[in-house]
Structure formats: structure tokens, C-alpha cells
């Protein structure tokens, strides 16, 4: 009768690779740590969304001192009380809603709790001395992105402008035809204007046309201006 052989047949792959995931490493097998490690991203993740979702709330918003005057002339607007029953909250206007966008919004936003903690609009006057200049910086933000926020729930082509007020109609189908954003007509839609913010405005649309951020269409202010003399904005 033959000797068996010796040498141990080798599993299959499969069967290998099952025996490495329950194997010890250490106290633990490498499957518990991978589970372990999946379950525990999971939860991470979940946390960490809830906490993203918590800044987006009105309350968190509007929670700090220095935030007041804004809370008080946003209810003020169509966006807080309107016909429909449908509001914009701060968050719908101020944070992208694509990942990447929405990221960097929520890190440039630690700027703000720097200047709450510094005092640097804590009293009305000081307020009113920095306007221009915070409505100067969403400007520059949305109209570099074309008004993109504005456009998650305003689009020219689901609009019927059969059924618009003649005015509004009349000055979206211009706005469409001349290649205008948002912002161009709307700055003042949310909150008070300060003195010279055409000039401003005019401003923001130039240090961005130099920085080769927009077209030519969108450098020309000129219709915008017409715009906003023909309709009193």
C-alpha cells in the first residue's frame, strides 16, 4: 500500500481568503476590524451629517447677537411670508447644496464665529458701517456662481410667464435674453440696501470680469442699470 503524501494540499483561494478575514490578529480577527471599522464609519458618518444639517436650521442661524438685524429684515420679505406658504430659510440662500460647494461654504463660515467673538458688528452702528461690505462678499459669491443658490428654486425655464405679473414677465424674458443672473436685478431681495450699492455692485462685477471670471455679456451692466431705474429696485 502506497505512503500517503506529506506535503498538505493547499485550499482553494476562496477558502484562504476566508481563513485570513476570521484569522487573530493580535486579540481580534482582521473580519471583526473591518466590520468593526465599517459599522463605526457609518455611525461617523450619520453624526457627522445630523451635526452638517443642524447649521443649516434657521435657529442655528439666527442664533447668534450680531445676526438680529438680519433675522429682523428677512421676515420683512417675500421669502419669509408670502402668498404660497413656501419659505426660504437662511441656509437656502447662503449654502450650495453640491457636496463640494457646501463643504467649502461651511469652512469660509468660521469666519464668522471669529467676528461674533471679536465684536465687529455687535451694536447697530457698527452694523450699518460693515453692510456694504458683507452684501459686497454674497454679491461676489453669487454672481460668480450664477446665482446658483437662487436657481435651486428659481429657473427661467420652468417659468410661465404668461401667468407672471406683465412687468415681472417682461424683465425675466429680458434678463433670460441678456444672459442676466439673479443677483444683477435682486441684491436687495432679503435684506436692506446701503447707500451706493450700484456703485458697488458695479465694482464686484469688475474685480471679477478681471479675474477672468465671467463673460463679456456678464461685464456689461449697462441693461442692468436700465433695469433698475425703469422699475425703482
Known amino acids: 500500500m502506497p505512503d500517503k503524501d506529506p506535503t498538505p494540499r493547499r485550499r482553494i483561494w476562496p477558502l484562504r481568503i476566508w481563513d485570513w478575514f476570521w484569522s487573530p490578529t493580535g486579540v481580534i480577527s482582521a473580519g471583526f476590524l473591518l466590520i468593526a471599522g465599517f ?123 404668461t401667468i407672471q405679473e406683465t412687468r415681472a414677465a417682461e424683465n425675466h424674458q429680458r434678463a433670460l435674453d441678456e444672459n442676466m443672473t439673479c443677483i444683477d436685478c435682486h441684491q436687495g431681495i432679503a435684506h436692506d440696501l446701503a447707500p451706493g450699492y450700484l456703485e458697488e455692485y458695479q465694482h464686484v462685477v469688475d474685480e471679477l470680469a478681471g479675474a477672468g471670471a465671467l463673460s463679456q455679456d456678464e461685464t456689461d451692466l449697462a441693461s442692468v442699470r436700465t433695469y433698475l431705474d425703469s422699475t425703482g429696485n
Open 39 to 161: 459599522l463605526g464609519g457609518i455611525v461617523f458618518w450619520g453624526g457627522f451629517h445630523w451635526s452638517l444639517e443642524l447649521t443649516n436650521t434657521e435657529e442655528f442661524c439666527t442664533s447668534c447677537h450680531t445676526m438680529e438685524t438680519n433675522l429682523a429684515e428677512y421676515r420683512e420679505t417675500i421669502h419669509y411670508n408670502n402668498h404660497s406658504g413656501v419659505r426660504a430659510i437662511c441656509s437656502d440662500c447662503h449654502v450650495p447644496h453640491e457636496w463640494q460647494y457646501k463643504m467649502k461654504a461651511k469652512i469660509m463660515a468660521v469666519k464668522d464665529v471669529y467676528h461674533e467673538v471679536l465684536g465687529t458688528i455687535s451694536t447697530p452702528e457698527k452694523y450699518e458701517e460693515r453692510r456694504l461690505e458683507m452684501a459686497a462678499a454674497v454679491w461676489k459669491k453669487m454672481k460668480a456662481s450664477d446665482s446658483r443658490e437662487c436657481r435651486n428654486c428659481h429657473a427661467f425655464e420652468y417659468m410661465d410667464f
